[in-house]
Nanobody, 115 residues
Framework: QVGLVESGGGLVQPGGSLRLSCVAS????????MGWYRQAPGKQRDLVAV???????NYADSVKGRFTISRDNAKATMYLQMNSLKPEDTAVYYC?????????WGQGTQVTVSS
């Protein structure tokens, strides 16, 4: 069965850290470009970071230097290490897998940054 499952979200204080995980099933994971997106209440879903099949990475300007995307093809898992979190990082974070005409989304995990 094809799917993506995110985990690792939660409530954290400003300046804190979280590590999100996305586990893929039913796909040839190593051949997919993977990405993290986020959507805050009342706003559109925006790109946070992407990592290609060849492990090239790209980040939104708002998270550069604070977030790190990575992947472990042996575990069919993608990660997002988030440091120096800010209240404006509060959103539902979604995992995405993309290859040719295949575009797969996870259910999302809530990240709340608040004191």
């Amino acid at each position: 069965q094809v799917g993506l499952v995110e985990s690792g979200g939660g409530l954290v204080q400003p300046g804190g850290s979280l590590r999100l995980s996305c586990v893929a099933s039913g796909i040839a994971f190593s051949g997919y470009a993977m990405g993290w997106y986020r959507q805050a209440p009342g706003k559109q879903r925006d790109l946070v970071a992407v990592i290609t099949a060849g492990a090239t990475t790209n980040y939104a300007d708002s998270v550069k230097g604070r977030f790190t995307i990575s992947r472990d093809n042996a575990k069919a898992t993608m990660y997002l290490q988030m440091n120096s979190l800010k209240p404006e990082d509060t959103a539902v974070y979604y995992c995405n897998a993309r290859r040719l005409r295949s575009d797969i989304w996870g259910q999302g995990t809530q990240v709340t940054v608040s004191s």
